[in-house]
């Protein structure tokens, strides 16, 4: 008797551990065991939306979508592989070594096997799939660039999240292995642009058959993004600039719409998406850096341009008006150092001044004036900050003042400081965007505007969320004299822009050789036309160009190129 | 009292029921007409086990004493038709084909088994009032029977039956101990197994050391030998507490588990009827033995007494090695789980086992 009842109770401990057993698979470990339950019958094969377009300002297209075909194998028991990736190979002729590999994984994912097959191809990939039901030919909508280099910079590339990038926007559900933009546009508007992914899940058997749908979320596309860019202009502006090294801005003074913006040299930015590694690699690589903006992220010394701060400056403050003349010698001794002037040029007032590029009269003035002043009004006209444009990796640029010197190296201003501060060298650093803002404030009397390049989002026009002109207070006389010189930079003989006179349209600007040894001067070009009625800022940058003058030639084709095409 | 057989037989349908609705379950997705109606051949299987349960629990039980070895020789000729021609499916020979039945030899031979060690173990001297077991010697305790379970069992496990084969020994270690044998020899049984099992190893065929190492790890071969334990829990535990419904378990329905049907029927079960479904399956069973035992206990003929043991441990053994096996506590070894899992073999003997308890409950009053 005794030893049936402990075998009962033995058999009795048993089944509770039976149900113990039960438990911990169906409660504690549940939840985990469901899942991949679900994971085991439960397939997604990711639809992808078109990223957003983006046009020019007149709808003309500058980065659109071709159609991909990928190759996407869903693995399911029963086919006979090695026929099947015989045949796949016959028609990519490729080793498929490869597929293999990857399909005896034992994965039940699909499987992306190759990617942008040409139409011919998907073609007759698509006609395998009656012997084969495995095989999908997915028509993907990828990004394209059909103007290839053109406006480059302005667009950015794109290019898989990197994790710095995905720390940054994982809370706008942004995931691993996702395509994001790279600089400019594609990246700053990337929220809008992207495609919202969609895709179809549906139930498979043991065998990776499908069995039923469970549902689908159809791909929303990106949103089109319209610039205020003229696809005309910029080619224009494109061609002229070359191969030289440098950038051209063409804006619209009064509103700060970007009607054209070229950095040169550029890249093209299909390259990136078609994962071409060496040529990529090799844009990294190039000392030229194409993939620089340089019209925003590049600070340079302004040279002569910076004269029109100190002339603003001056003006403003009384210190000098219409008729102050200085004499000009050829050079100027401050303290125990000799400034020199590139050509002596007599007795000159502030217009002749500026249509001589004097150096002499620009030390004097700027003695006058004090450094601290020059530095105010260079902020006032938008130097030394950024310009609110809104691409991102823009330069702030820097302008000296006594006491920033005295702040950072412990050193204090001289004379000679202010002398060189006054022609725009020493350690001024100016973006080319930023000189063409200031010059804006010429053009229209007085306003500092916010540069922008967008124009519309989803048809929503963006002109309430740019920032207003702001006034920049300079009496009128200020503005008309500074004018007059720009004017007669262009038309007086004797002017440094005088290149540009035989132009059909009246121009007015102010040329700038910046000094930066050892290698050769920046070439600056910066002005706005026409003179009466300014429509059109224009600047022109050339990275150790030589002087202003070649400056000046790149704008003359530019404008002259215009006029032909009846753009003015 | 009266009343035994009518609960046995009324917790058997009730299991039975669970069966069907699992069997539907499991087999509704497929295509083919002999998925189609699996079902209802297990109901008829069911039917035909409750005839049999109906007749043989009118036979008095006593009668399987004269009938011991006619069914002992009966089961090893099958045992040894099987080996001949027997039909091959799933990489084992354990069919015979009557007709349009599959008859599986060694399904009966456990019972036969479990008949023959309650006979053996109840013999008493002249005088016929002292039992023999007490006083067996090493010889007539461990050897002679060990020598007469081993026939069957190798046939079996040459099959191969690896599960059937030990279930035998299981049967017959308890039984030992139940029949008052001297402690001391059982001591001496259970060292031989431990001591023997090292060498045992060499004699296991390939997939049978597979399904040792992944009951290990089954990690090992995920895909392979490991593939089905690994379901199994998954199918398992996607039940959670409340089960994921009648015909949307998706782990059964769509075929992931291999054998949902049949070995692993608990594993579908639970799947769709949640922790809540298999605790009552469980307690069910739980009924079901423990009905078994006290109608041991309560009858004094020893052969009576010891073959409701053995009915009671044969039902016990293979239902908590079957689910253990479902939930990954025990390798995976070809045995169906009594009543559930789909088999006329299974299905027939357990209710004649059913039907021997009864009558031996009713046949007590007699004595």
Known sequence: ?568 | MKNASLTILLIAVLICILSLLSIFSSTSQREGEIWQNIYQRQALWIGLGIMFFLIISNINYRRFWDWTYFLYLASLFFLLLVLLLGSVRLGAQRWLRFGWFNFQPSELAKLVMAIFLARYFSLKDESNVTLLSERFGVFRALIVPLFFIAIPMGLIIEQPDLGTGLIVLFIFIPMLYLANVKLKYLFVMLALIIFSTPFAWNFLRGYQKDRLMVFLNPNIDPLGAGYTIIQSKIAIGSGGFWGRGWLSGTQSQLRFLPEAHTDFIFASFSEEWGLLGGIVLLFLYYLLIRKGFLIAQRTRDQFGRLMAFGISLMLAIQVSINIAMNMGFAPIVGIPLPLMSYGGSSIFVTFIALGILANIDKSRAVF
């Open chain 1, 1 to 568: 008797m005794n030893r049936a009842r402990i075998i009962f109770w033995g058999l009795s401990l048993v089944f509770l551990l039976l149900v113990a057993g039960l438990f911990n698979l169906e409660v504690i470990r549940g939840r985990n065991l469901r899942g991949l339950g679900e994971k085991n019958c439960i397939r997604l094969v990711s639809q992808r939306g078109s990223r957003g377009r983006i046009v020019d300002r007149n709808g003309l297209l500058i980065a659109g979508n071709r159609i991909s075909y990928d190759l996407i194998l869903i693995p399911q028991e029963g086919i006979r592989q090695n026929d099947m990736i015989a045949k796949i190979s016959r028609v990519l002729g490729k080793d498929a070594g490869l597929e293999r590999g990857r399909l005896s994984f034992g994965t039940s994912m699909p499987v992306v096997i190759a990617n942008n097959l040409k139409l011919r191809e998907a073609v007759s990939l698509g006609q395998l799939k009656i012997d084969f039901p495995c095989i999908n030919i997915q028509a993907n909508p990828v990004r394209g660039y059909p103007e290839f280099k053109l406006a480059c910079h302005l667009l950015g590339y794109l290019g898989e999240i990197d994790r710095w990038r995905l720390t940054k926007l994982e809370d706008y559900g942004y995931k691993t292995k996702d395509i994001v933009g790279f600089g400019g546009v594609e990246e700053k508007y990337d929220y809008y642009l992207r495609d919202e992914e969609g895709g179809v899940s549906f139930q498979v058997d043991h065998r990776g058959r499908p069995v039923r749908t469970l549902g689908f979320k159809p791909p929303v596309n990106g949103k089109d993004v319209q610039l205020t860019i003229d696809v005309r202009i910029q080619k224009i502006v494109e061609g002229a600039l070359g191969d030289r090294k440098g950038a051209v801005i063409i804006m619209n003074p009064y509103n700060g719409e970007i009607l054209a913006l070229a950095s040169s040299p550029g890249f093209n930015p299909n390259a990136f998406l078609a994962k071409d590694s060496s040529t990529v690699s090799r844009l990294f690589k190039d000392p030229a850096a194409p993939m620089i903006n340089r019209a925003i992220s590049g600070a340079y010394p302004a040279g002569s341009i910076f004269k029109l701060v100190v002339a603003a400056a001056a003006l403003e403050n009384r210190k000098i008006t219409r008729h102050t003349s200085f004499l000009c010698q050829g050079q100027l001794k401050v303290g125990r150092q000799e400034f020199k002037c590139w050509s002596t040029h007599g007795t000159q007032d502030i217009v002749d001044a500026l249509i001589h590029s004097c150096n002499v009269f620009f030390y004097r003035v700027g003695l006058l004036v004090g450094a601290q002043a020059i530095h105010d009004y260079a902020l006032r006209l938008g130097l030394s900050h950024t310009t609110g444009f809104d691409l991102p990796y823009e330069k702030q640029g820097f302008i000296p003042s006594p006491l920033l010197k005295k702040i950072s190296t412990f050193k204090n201003w001289f004379d000679g400081d202010t002398a060189n501060l006054s022609i725009g060298q020493g350690d001024v650093l100016v973006t080319p965007l930023q000189i063409t803002r200031m010059m804006a404030v010429f053009a229209n009397k007085g306003y500092l505007v916010n540069p922008h390049v967008t124009k519309s989002i989803n048809g929503k026009d963006m002109f309430r969320y740019h920032k207003k002109p702001e006034k920049v207070n300079l009496r009128p006389e200020t503005i008309n004299y500074i004018n007059d010189g720009l004017r007669g930079v262009i038309s007086d003989p004797g002017g440094t822009g005088n290149v540009l006179s035989t132009v059909g349209v009246a121009i007015a600007g102010k040329t700038g050789t910046a000094q930066a040894p050892p290698k050769s001067s920046h070439a600056w070009f910066s002005g706005f036309f026409p003179f009466k009625s300014p429509r059109f800022v224009i600047c022109v940058f050339l990275e150790h160009g030589g002087p202003g003058y070649y400056s000046c030639l790149v704008a003359k084709r530019v404008i002259e190129e215009m006029l032909e095409q009846g753009l003015i």
